[in-house]
């Protein structure tokens, strides 16, 4: 049986959505969804909008509440929730979600002449207290109506859809700017998931490069960064690696050339984001001397990351270190936000678009610190990016560091 569970951080849902006036989230995404209740809405990821719905009150000792349907709740094998804990599910049975009436609930029949499932009566009963105790909804909509009827005042959402669902309220705020400042802030379910991430996607990234060999191409590489990310239960979403001149037109891994890999994987939604250079061979000195300077930069900030500092604290700390170590190279040292997308931080003003803002770091963040050298040069490039965990006074780095380099 699978037992959900919210994953946001509701304390600073809660800050956030206080600060701004707003009464609840009213959730149409799938990953909003997702990191609302635990639940992954397959019907809207297909998209079926409008099939589920996740409520987030702003006081955080109030229950969120999936809105889903009836027979999906049967056939993935949910619990039914405690009464009062922190979630609650309010199931419809109309076949087509936002239209039609209330039906009987819907199980599948056991075969004629065939052998009745023993475990079957296990997630029908679930479901069935769910229903006995919540009550069956005709549909979608009606189920969230009946959400919101007590929520006074303003609120946040991700589509028009739910404005046009509850169309006897009138004040309402777009989510995204909301959840991207929560976001930035993970609770404990999200930390442990993000240890998961970082750490697969690492070794991932590190078991497909060993496997390579100058004479291999880099689609072969990228094949196998993949295929060990698969295998660890992961899902691979890309490798950038060399520059795209020598990916396109030539594509093969020559012997003497270095080249930088960003690699970028999730698992369970959560993305780990890991970057090194890789030697084939004896690197040139010059790489050899660039790698040198991103290690600098990334070590000292890996001593100073702290709560209380910016962003561009970071970018100080690291060129500063590079400075006067006697590097003339130019580090970005950028840091960014990493959780349930590459980069989940929130943009300057709360703008609809993206625009980076100098964030003040906070405990309980998750960030990419990013390092390539920014040098063009015939013998390759380099790259060197590691997540960190930021802790009350520090912080712990979530995949392994030991190495700033890979030799194949």
């Known amino acids: 049986m699978t ?49 589920a719905f996740a409520i987030v009150p702003a006081n955080k000792n109030s229950s969120v509440t999936l809105i889903t349907s009836q027979f999906l709740h049967y056939l993935h094998d949910l619990e039914a929730p405690a009464p009062g804990g922190p979630l609650d599910i309010l199931l419809y049975t109309a076949p087509h979600g936002l239209e039609g009436g209330a039906t009987p609930p819907i199980f599948l029949p056991h075969a004629q002449g065939g052998t009745p499932d023993p475990m079957d009566h296990l997630t029908r009963d679930t479901t069935l207290e769910v229903l006995d105790r919540n009550g069956t909804f005709p549909n979608a ?9 007590a929520i006074t005042g303003t609120l946040a959402t991700e589509s028009t859809l739910v404005a046009g669902i509850l169309n006897g309220r009138s004040v309402f705020c777009p989510a995204e700017p909301l959840l ?31 496997s390579m060999k100058a004479g291999d191409t880099y689609q072969d590489m990228a094949r196998a960064f993949f295929a060990e990310t698969g295998r660890r239960g992961g899902v691979p979403m890309f490798l950038s690696t060399d520059s ?59 001593v100073a990351l702290r709560p209380g500092l910016k962003y561009s604290d970071v970018r100080r700390i690291g060129q500063e270190a590079v400075a006067s170590a006697g590097y003339d190279m130019v580090i970005p040292c950028a840091a960014h936000s990493v959780g349930l997308f590459h980069t989940d931080e929130a943009y300057d003003g709360d703008s609809l ?25 015939a013998a390759g490039n380099v790259h060197l990016e590691d997540l960190w965990l930021i802790t009350d006074s520090g912080c712990e780095p979530l995949n392994d560091r030991a190495d700033p380099f890979l030799r194949i």
């Open 353 to 377: 678009h993206f625009k980076k803002a100098d964030h003040t770091i906070e405990k309980d963040m998750v960030l990419s610190i990013d390092c390539p050298v920014l040098h063009l040069d």
């Open 180 to 210: 991207r400042r929560i976001r930035m802030i993970k609770s404990p379910f999200e930390i442990a998931l993000m240890r998961h991430a970082a750490h697969n996607n690492a070794e991932a990234a590190r078991t497909a490069i060993m």
């Open 3 to 51: 037992k959900l569970q919210p994953l946001i951080n509701r304390t600073v849902a809660e800050r956030v959505l206080s600060a701004m006036g707003v009464s609840a989230l009213v959730l149409t995404d799938k990953t909003s969804i997702y990191q609302a209740t635990g639940y992954w809405p397959q019907s809207v990821a297909m998209g079926q909008d409008g099939a």
């Open 141 to 149: 909509a009606a189920a969230l109506n009946h959400a919101v009827a």
């Open 244 to 302: 795209t001149t020598m990916r396109n037109r030539d594509g093969v891994i020559h012997d003497g050339r270095s080249f930088q890999i960003d690699a970028v994987s999730h698992y369970a939604g959560y993305h780990g984001d890991f970057g090194r250079t890789v030697f084939v061979g004896e690197p040139d000195p010059i790489i050899r001397r660039m790698v040198d300077a991103a290690r600098c930069a990334n070590d000292a900030i890996g």
